[in-house]
């Protein structure tokens, strides 16, 4: 089953988006649906656009900062 987490500022207003696949991965969109980055569940590690490794663990939020 899959899953979506929006993440908002402190006026309500959308930032992003996460979806989450039914194995656990994760991808997230800014607020006008571009991809910025992706979390692989498998090998625990976060990819930039390009599919560059850029960290291990869940560091999607960090992408927030090019917002």
């Known amino acids: 089953m899959s899953s ?5 500022n402190n006026h309500g207003h959308q930032l992003a988006r996460i979806d989450t696949d039914s194995n656990g991965n994760q991808r997230i969109y800014n607020n006008h649906g571009h991809y910025l980055g992706e979390y692989r569940v498998n090998t ?6 390009h599919g560059h490794q ?3 663990g869940n560091l999607l939020t960090t992408f927030l900062t090019s917002l």
């Not at 625990?44 to 656009?49: K, L, Q």
Request: no cysteine.
């Open 54 to 56: 850029i960290g291990y």
């Open 4 to 8: 979506t987490q929006y993440l908002r």
């Open 44 to 49: 625990n590690t976060t990819h930039n656009p």
